[in-house]
């Protein structure tokens, strides 16, 4: 299932999430059912705040 393997992916890659990573999981997201839409919102609304932190040591700008 996509949203499976999009959270999984942001949980592996966490403070080290890259755009390149952020561009894999835009395309993954293309495959996410409707009915998966909440679940989806939820995980960028994790990136956003991984890429906020403080401690974050990957390459994407802060997301206001």
Do not use: C, H, W
Not at 23 to 49: C, R, T
């Amino acid at each position: 299932m996509a949203i499976d393997e999009i959270v999984e992916l942001v949980r592996d890659r966490g403070a080290k999430l890259t755009r390149d990573d952020l561009n894999q999981i835009k395309m993954m997201a293309v495959d996410v059912p409707l009915e998966d839409s909440d679940d989806l919102a939820a995980v960028f609304e994790g990136i956003a705040l991984v890429v906020n932190d403080p401690l974050y040591e990957g390459d994407i700008p802060p997301i206001a």
